[in-house]
Nanobody
């Protein structure tokens, strides 16, 4: 059984910063791919950041240069540092997980967190 718990969301003014966390709880010793996604009101879910097992990071164009994904393997936790936030970043942010090969936002993810809300006001 795998459980994911996001935290760190909130309301911030444009130009501000937030740091999201996603902690994975499991009884297995597997390594997990854990990217970040978001779903803005009225829009499809968007994969925004991933970090591969070798530390290689990939970002969606909408967040590149502003957001940074990182991970703490010992804690099974990933982070999303969000800087220069814009009103269009307002969304529910989710992390997901799988234990297969590779790590991209296009993979299939059997495990999802409940999400954390980010609201950016202008």
């Amino acid at each position: 059984q795998v459980q994911l718990a996001e935290s760190g969301g909130g309301s911030v003014q444009a130009g501000g910063s937030l740091r999201l966390s996603c902690a994975l709880s499991t009884s297995t010793s597997s390594s997990y791919c854990m990217p970040w996604f978001r779903r803005a009101p009225g829009k499809a879910r968007e994969g925004i950041a991933s970090i591969d097992f070798d530390g290689t990071t990939t970002y969606g164009d909408s967040v590149k240069g502003r957001f940074t994904i990182s991970k703490d393997n010992a804690k099974n936790t990933i982070y999303l540092q969000m800087n220069e936030l814009r009103p269009e970043d307002t969304a529910e942010y989710y992390c997901a997980a799988h234990s297969g090969w590779g790590c991209t936002v296009a993979d299939d993810f059997p495990y999802w967190g409940q999400g954390t809300q980010v609201i950016v006001s202008s």
